[in-house]
């Protein structure tokens, strides 16, 4: 931080000390200044305040507004789109910059401090891309950061800062998921948590970019893109010009509305070597006051004039066509609880039963590390992972015949804890709270659920045997191999590669509608076998593509159940070997007389 020390005063022609007895005189009247209302905006200076204008490049007009705002903290404005009169009382949010002395001690752009500045590439008078620069300290609870928001569907909406305690607070939310920050629609940031002076290139970032695609243009998301370069030296550089990191998200069946802005269904994640970005650049014109670089630490944030990153045309290429991986990580929200704004987050391949994020458990005194959902931000129930540990499968896909859903080519195993009604939701309060003063999880630890495993026991890619433990004693109460079943475990691969939204949509109605199909037919097997199905009534009127999908699942593992009960009850009832062979090879007609 040594370059960021070296900032100006703030004002030449007025003593800090004569500018601080100044505003300790007045109090700031404006009205919605420190409430509990949502801070929407900086609060302006009271209204006795006078603020003091510098004419920077002597073309008559003034370049700077030095004033204050919430708590009397100093603020600057600067003019870059030269528009400013000497009767304003603040800078515009178009072209303009502004610069945050959060710690009072006469220095901008300083240790603590923060700033915004828009930048209007088109000259429309509206922002086209915001910059966020923080430079809190390692540790604090505000945080460094180093942040493009950009209005790919001009909407005007940008990052959420909370004016009362000077913090980015990108996570809250009205209703359900309705975030205040500029997550909705079609939208791009980039992000690095850190200060500039520790970045060699300004171009780059680490989060570059996080992409949301608005697929249908109803302003809400139903996809997501997060590209991460993590550096080998942190203490280096923050980016390497590699992208070695890709999530993709998607909402599948598109349900998403107002009062439900995000529900995302499925993540894919690509880790390894990754790919060279560096051809990616994205220019813009950023106009700025020149003569105001003196008065930043580090002002080449100022003269950013291109940003290097993968954009919306290209990013789905590079990751398939560009990138070397090591491994692929598949979830699917089963519980349908997923109201974050940026992924069903993944859970890793570790301990089956052990609950709690970054939480190890131990066996025979030695740390193995921590369970299924050791990512904290992952659900603790509810969701089913898969993983490709060597990217055999290239992140392809396939409709399984065992329960006719989305599972991962090339996965050695998998598991799904169950949790039918989403005790642990996954809300974003109800993951991670970034607002206490730990990272903590706030989810409860949930125990006992039922948990499902499955294996590729023959190594060719397709998952052949499903163990089940339905009571959550951790200990699996049933195990079906496909093979000993003489069920061909081999399906259709769908390349990824090759599937657009529009695509994923299509395999989302198939297999919900198949899914319900098959449940249609367990049903008369059911009723031909004497069952009475009228106890699952609750789940026979699916209302949705959803319900189809979860209900059609259901019903049909519970007269799986039932017929099973039922063998061991009647003695010329169907035989044990015929009902497993039926259910897991999705051929219920085979049980029809």
Not at 40 to 59: A, N, T, V
Not at 440 to 449: A, E, K, L, N
Request: aromatic share 14%.
């Amino acid at each position: 931080m040594k370059h960021l020390t070296t900032c100006l005063l703030i004002v030449n022609s007025f003593s800090t000390e004569l500018l601080a007895q100044k505003q300790n005189r007045l109090i700031n009247n404006y009205w919605n200044n420190n409430t509990p209302l949502i801070s929407y905006r900086l609060p302006p200076p009271p209204h006795d305040y006078k603020p003091i204008f510098e004419d920077l490049d002597g073309d008559g007009d003034p370049d700077i507004i030095y004033s204050v705002t919430i708590g009397n903290t100093p603020i600057m404005w600067i003019d870059d789109d030269d528009d400013m009169k000497d009767s304003d009382f603040e800078g515009d949010t178009d072209s303009d910059c502004l610069l945050i002395d959060i710690n009072k001690d006469g220095k901008y752009c300083d240790i603590n401090d923060a700033a915004f500045d828009w930048v209007d590439t088109d000259d429309d008078g509206l922002a086209d891309m915001q910059l966020y620069v923080d430079n809190a300290p390692r540790g604090t609870r505000r945080g460094a950061h180093y942040m493009w928001m950009i209005d790919s569907d001009k909407d005007n909406v940008f990052n959420y800062f909370d004016w009362n305690t000077f913090r980015l607070r990108a996570w809250l939310h009205e209703g359900g998921s309705n975030f205040i920050e500029d997550y909705s629609g079609q939208s791009t940031f980039l992000k690095a948590h850190g200060t500039t002076d520790r970045m060699q290139d300004l171009r780059l970032n680490w989060e570059n970019p996080f992409l949301f695609f608005d697929q249908d243009d109803d302003g809400l998301t139903e996809m997501a893109i997060r590209a991460v370069d993590r550096p080998a030296d942190r203490n280096v550089s923050y980016t390497e010009g590699i992208i070695n990191y890709i999530g993709i998200t998607y909402d599948l069946d598109n349900d998403n509305a107002p009062g439900n802005e995000y529900d995302y269904d499925m993540s894919i994640r690509f880790q390894g070597k990754g790919f060279d970005y560096m051809d990616q650049v994205h220019k813009f014109e950023n106009k700025r006051v020149e003569e105001s670089d003196r008065f930043i630490g580090d002002p080449r944030w100022r003269q950013v004039s291109e940003l290097i990153y993968p954009g919306f045309e290209s990013v789905m290429d590079l990751t398939f066509n560009r990138g070397e991986w090591d491994n692929v990580f598949f979830v699917y929200d089963e519980d349908d609880d997923c109201e974050r704004w940026e992924r069903v987050e993944f859970y890793f391949p570790k301990h089956l039963f052990k609950v709690g994020g970054r939480n190890p458990w131990i066996d025979g005194g030695d740390t193995l590390g921590g369970g299924l959902d050791d990512h904290i931000q992952a659900d603790a129930i509810g969701d089913r992972g898969e993983w490709d540990l060597d990217n055999s499968g290239n992140g392809d896909i396939y409709l399984s015949k065992f329960d006719g859903r989305i599972h991962l080519y090339g996965a050695e195993w998998g598991a799904w804890r169950v949790d039918q009604l989403a005790w642990a939701y996954q809300s974003w309060g109800g993951v991670e709270d970034f607002y206490e003063p730990k990272h903590r999880r706030s989810q409860q630890t949930f125990s006992p659920f039922s948990t499902f495993k499955y294996e590729d026991t023959d190594g060719n890619g397709f998952l052949d045997q499903i163990a089940i433990d339905i009571d959550g004693d951790t200990i699996f109460d049933k195990t079906v191999s496909l093979l000993k079943l003489k069920i061909d475990d081999k399906c259709d691969i769908i390349k990824s590669s090759e599937m657009s939204y529009e695509d994923y949509r299509a395999l989302h109605t198939k297999m919900s509608n198949d899914i319900w199909s098959r449940a249609e037919t367990a049903l008369k097997v059911a009723t031909q076998q004497g069952l009475n199905t009228n106890w699952y009534a609750f789940m026979k009127d699916p209302k949705s593509e959803y319900q189809k999908y979860n209900y059609g699942y259901w019903l049909q593992f519970y007269i799986y159940m039932d017929l099973l009960d039922q063998s061991k009850r009647i003695k010329k009832g169907l035989k044990p070997d015929r009902i497993d062979k039926a259910y897991f090879g999705g051929d219920w007609k085979a049980l029809l007389d």
